[in-house]
């Protein structure tokens, strides 16, 4: 079905793994159009409710760009390429269904850009992570000078994209770029347990907050204000907000239906 990632579902979630690990599961054109096709799968099969996005082998989760395909740009051509990648990672962020990243090594340039675009990233203990750019004589194109700031900080990303330097997982966790360290053999583990407990819930509920966290990046405060109210009143319509109110008040576990 794909040449160069594999899927398979587990119950109701999804795994992607980017799989060129001869390349350290660099990204190139046909990764990224798969990797486009395979989520947007995701999103039309109703039995997939969250989506674990990895890389092949345990040296690297995406180790950066195609440098042959990088190459090979120029000022027209590198504004293409650039929203492209874009347009993909876009999409992957405003994803109706939870997608957990685990972060198996580097994730570097346009890995890191990947990682960022995820809802969490779970990092195993010898993950790093970069944009390394400028030493090629660009700068990130696939959302890292936008996604870096907003997660870590303008200081921080500053530092990082400016110098190219890589911070391991310790120091990622303490930026707020990961959301834990985990060892390697642990770490689709653990993001099968996250992502386990959050499909759990009312999954209407979990898309609309998806939403407006993402609102939050886009929007100034009064009308993000605005579009949590109206996704709030969208949650106050469904099924499965009068069960798990009545399952509370009844004292059971609710049993959500998507509804």
């Known amino acids: 079905m794909y040449e160069t990632i594999l899927f398979e579902q587990k119950n109701n979630i999804a795994v992607i793994k980017i799989n060129r690990p001869e ?27 969250g989506v674990i996005l990895t890389g092949a082998g345990e040296k690297a989760f995406v180790a950066g ?39 198996n090594g580097f994730a570097l340039g346009g890995g890191c850009e990947l990682a960022m675009a995820c809802h969490i990233r779970i990092a195993s203990e010898n993950a790093k992570f970069g944009q390394p750019e400028v030493n090629l004589g660009i700068i990130p194109g696939y959302g890292g000078t936008q996604r870096l700031t907003r997660l870590i900080g303008k200081g921080r990303a500053m530092q990082m994209i400016l110098t190219g330097e890589m911070i391991d997982a310790n120091t990622a966790y303490q930026f707020g770029l990961v ?5 390697l053999n642990d770490l689709l583990v653990e993001a099968e347990k996250i992502l386990s407990t959050i499909i ?18 886009e929007l100034p405060l009064s009308e993000g204000l605005k579009f949590e109210a109206d996704m709030f009143a969208v949650c106050c319509g469904t099924e499965d907000f009068k069960e798990g109110t009545s399952a509370f008040l009844e004292k059971r576990k609710p049993e959500f239906k998507g509804k």
Do not use: M
């Open 23 to 49: 390349k350290l599961n660099a990204l190139n054109h046909k990764v990224l159009d798969e990797l486009f096709s395979a989520f947007k799968h995701c999103g039309e099969v109703e039995t997939i409710w």
């Open 65 to 103: 760009a195609d440098i042959g395909e990088i190459n090979q740009l120029n000022s027209k051509t590198g504004k293409d390429f650039a929203l492209h990648g874009q347009s993909i990672f876009n999409y992957i962020e405003q994803f109706p269904k939870p997608v957990v990243c685990a972060v």
């Open 179 to 183: 959301n834990k360290v985990v060892p």
């Open 200 to 217: 759990q819930k009312g999954r209407v509920a979990v898309t609309t907050a998806i939403r407006s966290i993402n609102a939050a990046c």
